[in-house]
């Protein structure tokens, strides 16, 4: 293989239990300003680590699905099922510098496959065509349009919302 086709093979994608080790590359990710405007729905203030701490400190707590994705061994995101058992919804994060590799959807499959009650929800910004395209893959249907304040862009904008039903 040659260099430039090595780049473009598939990372081998496998979610694993998060680590303490992950969180400083966690904030790295979620701190990343255009990550950050084309997710939409995040933290106030990604800068903030000792909220960002605080958060993820309850996200451990909670006894929700939550797992580190690998991508041929490095950190590349993060991938969860939250939510009352009435209303599970899936997130997930990849680092801007592992998109358009298929990682989100190899990380979203395999977190849906851990996952046997359905339906589960989502939502995307509905101008964030990756994520959409990401949860379509993994069989997520969009059952409607909402709006919602994002903080990334401090403004109230379209999301959509979809549904794995199967």
Same mark, same amino acid.
């Given at each position: 293989?040659?260099?430039a086709s090595s780049s473009r093979a598939r990372p081998v994608v496998v979610l694993r239990e998060v680590v303490?080790?992950?969180? #400083?590359?966690?904030?790295?990710?979620? %701190?990343? #300003?255009?990550?950050?405007?084309? @997710?939409?729905?995040?933290?106030?203030?990604?800068?903030?680590?000792?909220?960002?701490?605080?958060?993820?400190?309850?996200?451990?707590?909670?006894?929700?699905?939550?797992?580190?994705? /690998?991508?041929?061994?490095?950190?590349?995101?993060?991938?969860?099922?939250?939510g009352p058992p009435d209303h599970r919804e899936v997130t997930y994060w990849v680092d801007r510098a592992h998109w358009g590799r298929g990682?989100?959807?190899?990380?979203? %499959?395999?977190?849906?496959?851990?996952? #046997?009650?359905?339906? /589960?929800?989502?939502? @995307?910004?509905?101008?964030?065509?990756? %994520?959409?395209?990401?949860?379509?893959?993994?069989?997520?249907?969009?059952?409607?349009?909402?709006?919602?304040?994002?903080?990334?862009?401090?403004?109230?904008?379209?999301?959509?919302?979809?549904?794995?039903?199967?």
């Amino acid at each position: 293989m040659t260099p430039a086709s090595s780049s473009r093979a598939r990372p081998v994608v496998v979610l694993r239990e998060v680590v303490d080790d992950d969180l #400083p590359v966690f904030f790295a990710h979620m %701190s990343d #300003p255009e990550s950050v405007r084309v @997710a939409a729905f995040a933290a106030e203030d990604p800068a903030d680590r000792v909220r960002f701490d605080a958060h993820w400190a309850r996200i451990l707590a909670s006894g929700d699905l939550i797992r580190t994705v /690998l991508a041929d061994g490095e950190v590349a995101g993060h991938a969860a099922v939250y939510g009352p058992p009435d209303h599970r919804e899936v997130t997930y994060w990849v680092d801007r510098a592992h998109w358009g590799r298929g990682i989100a959807t190899a990380a979203l %499959s395999a977190l849906v496959a851990l996952v #046997p009650q359905r339906p /589960l929800h989502a939502r @995307a910004a509905a101008d964030n065509t990756g %994520s959409i395209r990401v949860l379509q893959k993994c069989g997520f249907e969009i059952v409607g349009h909402d709006r919602g304040f994002a903080n990334a862009r401090g403004a109230e904008i379209d999301e959509v919302v979809l549904t794995l039903a199967r």
